[in-house]
């Protein structure tokens, strides 16, 4: 027997007895007694017990059987409405947060595409001087300053301070911080259309002071630290550090329907070293298991978002077994994967490997420019048209053929023909932001760092036609082809919609295992109707190694495969989505 009992009670300990007028959204097994020690709490239609199992108090529903019998169905409907409860049954202990679900919208997009002319200049930087972030290491790209919010669709609700103060959040696997706007946040609009941090309100707010920056893609956020308990579904964090943001500057904060950011990263990303909820919430003992998974909801009919379930998994949400691979770079869930296919066919450049990043805050498949550029010709999506990459298959193509049949290293030919001033051990690193900046007129440096680009994406598509057996007229018709597909740089391409029968799948190699995407699946639609438009679910982004070549895996992936992180064995783990 099972009632609907609503989530968002998330301080029940302070309101027993307490009529709630909440709309009851989520369905919560009734728990009989067993063998334990309790203390009971009379209400008229409602047991609460207090179960200590191991002198730790539970929470625990039971329906008086006696009680059903002398009330009517619309009795219990109506109590199921005013008095709803959250708890966690004490077989499974898990802590389920329901997720909304927005449509991507027009607004949205003009907002990214506004914003990415701030971000241009940011994303040229780390991909031509290798800028890294918190992690401290050379190598490392700062994959938070690379995300683009407006995106993004899937948010829940969390509560800071005593008593809770209630916020929409992103839940963000790609970042690690908690911030909030503060109400001492005076000079950016965008805080005063969202829920602001009052301290004074709250009997647990703790100063701290130490000031916080975030440089996203789009933007950067700036405030200070704070402590205070947090409320993640019936579970009360205590004494969690936060960022209280002072400065929201970017349109993506004005636009966007979240109020913050609740990061799932490691602790190495962590601005400020600051602790982590999820760290926290292990620490204290709050979650049965150092794990916690993604259902994504993609049924666009469908209301319900999904769900976040921290302490393990729900098996109603996945089919079969996951396939797990190892963490092997933590801060981000990284982790190495195969080759990407395109219906049947290889695309070259991961075909000896590539490094991926699952991340729930991100929309959109990221990935090299190389692969994304055959990706769209595939799909017919609408691109950039690069005349340098015109000039270099014109004048370099058939050498670039030739010296690939003579056996000659491929990510050294650039170099020797001049189009490189290095030993070929970077790999396609410059991104065509480069390509496309400098058809405005740049400088003879930043021209060569662009034909060095173009080149080193020629040396891996021939690569891949001279694998099908073709001839070199149909390699260079191919570059040309390619060079018109070319994506365009911090956004999204195009494709039509009467279309999507003829597109073919695409896969992720992952664990050895073979994970299709189909073109219902990795093309969005915005709008409705006849103003309605496609949107080609893949962008480019081009990390150079050791670090890259890198794919990031936002929602677009993470909606057909349910996703797990495992903390305790530093593992991410997917199964197809129910």
Known sequence: MSVKLSPLIQHFRSHLGREKKKEATEEWPLVTPQKRTYKEISHPFLSIFLVSPQKSLKLVGVIRMETIRKTTT??????????????????????RIGLKKIKIDRNNQLAAHLDSKAGEALKASIRKYGLHGNLGEPEDIDIVALKNYLGAQYFG????????????VIFDTGSSNLWVPSSKCYFSISCYLHSRYKSGRSRTYKANGKRADIQYGTGAISGFFSEDHVTVGDLVVKNQEFIEATREPSITFLVAKFDGILGLGFKEISVGNAVPVWYNMVKQGLVKEPVF???????????????????????????GDHTYVPVTHK???????????????????????????????TSLLTGPTAIIAQVNHAIGASGVVSQ??????????????????????????????????FDGTRGVSMGIESVVNDTAGKDSGNLGDALCSVCEMAVVWAQNQLKQNQTQENIIDYFNQLCERLPSPMGESVVDCDSLASMPSVSFTIGGKIFELTPEQYVLKVGEGEVAQCISGFTALDVPPPRGPLWILGDVFMGQYHTVFDHGNVQVGFAEAT
């Open 293 to 319: 998974s993604f259902w994504l909801n993609r049924n666009p009919e469908d209301d319900l978002g999904g769900e976040l379930v921290f302490g393990g998994m729900d098996p109603t949400h996945y089919k």
């Open 388 to 421: 340098e990459c015109k000039v270099v298959v014109s004048e370099y193509g058939a050498t670039i053929i030739d010296m690939l049949l003579s056996k000659d290293q491929p990510m050294k030919i650039c170099s020797q023909i001049g189009l490189c001033t």
């Open 74 to 95: 619309v009795t219990l409907f109506l109590f199921i409405l005013l008095f709803p409860i959250v708890f966690s049954t004490p077989n499974d202990r898990l802590i």
């Open 157 to 168: 609700e969390i509560g800071i301070g005593t008593p809770p103060q209630n916020f929409t």
């Open 331 to 361: 801060g981000y869930w990284q982790f190495d994967m195969g080759d990407f296919l395109i219906g049947d066919q290889t695309t070259g450049l991961c075909a000896g490997g590539c490094s991926a990043i699952v991340d729930s805050g």
